[in-house]
């Protein structure tokens, strides 16, 4: 009786996974250990930016997971779909500034209706 072995991962995933490693440790050298004057140097907003897209895709690889092959949506995705959400809204309106409608330099539009005097401590 023959025995077979699952294969896990292919050649295509592991050459994936050696790209993305090589990058993730390349970046932040290069930020942190060129010179700003060689070209070869990444600035700090694109290691920021790269952050961000690592993140993104490591919550779109869970929400596929959990939501593609089980077919559920867990109570923790849909917890950090409504934080997400609830901090882009806090950041979005912090960044109209004085554009609002009632012009206040630093509250936002709601803060102010509510006669808030200043903002809290987690912002």
């Given amino acids: 009786m023959k025995t077979?072995?699952?294969?896990?991962m292919g050649g295509g995933s592991?050459?994936?996974l050696l790209v993305l490693l090589a990058i993730a440790v390349v970046v932040p050298v290069l930020n942190l250990m060129v010179p700003p004057s060689s070209p070869l140097h990444v600035?700090?907003?694109?290691?920021?930016?790269?952050g961000k897209y690592l993140c993104y895709a490591l919550l779109a690889l869970s929400i596929d997971l959990?939501?593609?092959y089980a077919?559920?949506?867990?109570?923790?995705?849909?917890?950090?779909?409504?934080?997400?959400g609830y901090a882009m809204?806090?950041?979005?309106?912090?960044?109209?500034g004085t554009r609002g409608v009632y012009g206040h330099?630093?509250?936002?539009?709601?803060?102010?209706?509510?006669?808030w005097p200043e903002l809290p401590l987690y912002w």
Avoid: C
């Fill in 105 to 115: 330099p630093e509250l936002p539009d709601f803060m102010v209706f509510l006669n």
């Fill in 89 to 96: 809204g806090m950041y979005l309106m912090r960044q109209i």
């Fill in 4 to 8: 077979h072995r699952a294969r896990v």
């Fill in 43 to 50: 600035p700090t907003y694109l290691v920021a930016l790269f």
């Fill in 71 to 84: 077919g559920i949506l867990s109570l923790g995705h849909g917890a950090f779909f409504a934080l997400g």
């Fill in 66 to 68: 959990i939501w593609g």
């Fill in 14 to 16: 592991w050459l994936f």
